[in-house]
């Protein structure tokens, strides 16, 4: 096998027809770099695909004047603003939240907030507990130790001992100071009695794993510009490298390829020209999103698989949950330096994480702040207040909210649907020509009732803080990029895509390692789940890499 290593741009890629990767990986996120680290530190000979481009710590805005005015355009959250020729748009005519992520090395954690909670025990067990949704294949203390294994590979800040959870080791640094907004929150909460602690994020107080102590910048969600969130491309890629891996960028994967035994056997991918390029594979892992990966399974339908890769079950796309995100403004009369960083979370609670039957709808929310932001934001907050866009009066009303003020956001539990789900859409393509995906998300009678009942307990929390008003976002302006369950793992391949190693039940070595094989939602930031159960799968890859059958 003469397959190069290192990290190529799609142009320069060139392979010998004999040439053969261990494993192709498709995407190069949290799960895509998760899994290429450990299995090149495994002897495995790893390629992985990623459309996007390197970016580089100098390139992010957050330390500059721009920085508000850039999150509207090049560095939206939105790939139908952001518009650049290695995203991909999606029709979202039909979908109550648009979906948000970046196709980058690193994918979604360029522009995740990097919070850091796990699910709790109940997460996997909705059907049992509550008659609702499905259980996990798995549970709790399957990821127990893999959630272990990746705060120390992303390097989480953290305070142990929250009562919210099961026990867990010790984070690897001491958790973010809390400032003076996340006390004066936590004095409400205190007051009402309810739950609260340091939050943990993957955000470095100390040099680790690459990342440099965070200087409080306060855009976590844009970009890093000093190097201390845990964005995979600083934490994971350079070691993959080292090991052996293979990344090649601007490569735009267009189908999975299959032989006539129903094996995978690589991937079609153009390159920015549009030309086209091969890789073989003894083995094929999709991580690219749950919007993008439904996409490629469905792009790659063929004769022996008519409608799409591993969908013998027909729910390749189906059942997507995107976690409605409402948030709160508490203003207040002190100042409270709310422009300051992590955001990140500051504080986190969970006292109204589980189902109450009593409140009239199932599954709960986490909650947790995060500063307000700088002067434009706060133009946005007075906006949606009412006061006055324009003239004196918006600078009054900028004045009363800019560094008086705190966020708190509620992620709430999201119900699986077969009638929220992604599928290609006809018309709309990319700019390589192929077909865009097609989100049909209606959010749910539940979900209404939920942030409804959670914005009436915000609003005592935040009052009792002291908040002079509260102004309310029933939905977040940038929803928090959850994209879930549409290949879920099951036991039974008639009502799942993939097994729960992952591994896709039509097609035996095809999996699938990202946020797509969720079968519930959770109530809090997912990266932490998604990173663990891909750790978990590679174990497994490695452990039974003597019995996986490939092409010949």
């Known amino acids: 096998m ?11 890629w060139t392979s010998e027809p004999d040439d053969r990767a261990d494993v192709l990986i498709i995407g190069s996120g949290a799960s895509g770099a998760t899994v290429a680290r450990h299995l090149s530190r495994a002897g495995m000979h790893v390629v992985c695909l990623e459309q996007g481009r390197w970016i580089n710590t100098h390139e992010f805005t957050g330390n500059r004047r721009e920085y508000e005015l850039s999150m509207f355009g090049p560095w939206s959250k939105n790939p139908n603003v952001r518009g650049l020729n290695e995203d991909y748009p999606c029709e979202v005519s039909d979908a109550d939240i648009v979906p948000v992520m970046y196709n980058a090395v690193g994918g979604g954690t ?29 549970d709790w203390h399957d990821l127990w130790p893999h ?12 305070m142990p001992g929250d009562p919210a959870f099961p026990p867990m080791a010790t984070p690897p640094m001491p958790a973010h100071p809390i ?72 490569a735009r994967v267009s189908q999975i390829m299959t032989d006539h035994k129903g094996l995978a056997t690589g991937a079609i991918f153009l390159d920015a020209d549009g030309t086209e390029h091969r890789v073989r594979s003894n083995v094929v892992v999709v991580a690219a999103n749950g919007i993008g990966t439904p996409r490629l399974l469905l792009m790659s339908a063929n ?13 390749v796309g189906r059942r997507l949950m995107l976690n409605p995100t409402p948030m709160q403004i508490g203003v207040y009369d002190e100042p409270l330096s709310s422009w300051q960083g992590p955001a990140g979370q500051n504080v986190h609670s969970f006292e109204f994480y589980e189902t109450d039957p009593d409140r009239g709808h199932v599954l709960g929310a986490s909650w947790g702040t995060m500063p307000s932001g700088g002067p434009f934001a706060a133009a946005q907050i007075a906006a949606q207040a009412g006061k006055p866009a324009h003239g004196e009066g918006l600078v009054d009303a ?28 006809p018309v709309l393509t990319d700019s390589s020509g192929l077909p865009a995906p097609r989100v049909h998300y209606r959010q749910d009678a539940n979900s ?10 915000g609003r005592e929390a935040l009052i009792a803080s002291g908040a002079t008003s509260v102004i309310d976002f029933p939905a977040m302006p940038d929803q928090p990029g959850h994209l879930l369950g549409t290949a879920r793992m099951g036991d039974d391949p ?59």
């Open 2 to 12: 003469t397959i190069k290593r290192g990290t190529y741009e799609a142009s320069e």
């Open 110 to 138: 360029v522009h995740y907030g990097a919070m850091w909670p796990r699910f709790r025990p109940s997460d996997f067990r909705l059907r049992s507990m509550h008659g609702v949704a499905d259980d996990w294949p798995i």
């Open 147 to 158: 959630y272990n294994q990746n705060d120390q590979d992303f390097g989480c800040a953290g």
């Open 179 to 250: 400032n003076d907004y996340g006390r004066t929150f936590a004095s409400g909460m205190n007051k009402m009695g309810w739950h609260w602690w340091p939050a943990p994020n993957a955000i470095a107080t100390r040099a680790i794993n690459g990342l440099v102590p965070c200087v409080r910048y306060g855009v976590c969600e844009s970009g890093c510009p000093n190097g201390s969130k845990a964005s995979v491309d600083i934490t994971h890629w350079p070691r993959a490298l080292r090991d052996g891996a293979t990344l090649v960028t601007h």
């Open 303 to 315: 004769s022996m698989f008519p409608d799409g890769l591993a969908n013998s079950s027909g729910l």
């Open 398 to 425: 900028v004045r009363e909210v800019l560094g008086h003020s705190l966020i708190l956001w509620m992620v709430t539990g999201d119900l699986p649907h077969e009638s929220n789900y992604v599928d290609l859409d």
């Open 448 to 457: 209404d009732a939920l942030i409804r009942w959670h914005l009436d307990r």
């Open 494 to 552: 008639s009502t799942s895509v993939v097994d729960r190693y992952g591994r896709s039940h039509d097609i035996s070595n095809l999996f699938v390692i990202d946020g797509s094989v969720f079968v519930t939602s959770g109530a809090v930031s997912v990266t932490s789940t998604i990173a663990a159960n891909a750790l978990r799968i590679a174990h497994h890859m490695v452990s039974t890499a003597a019995e996986q059958v490939v092409p010949a």
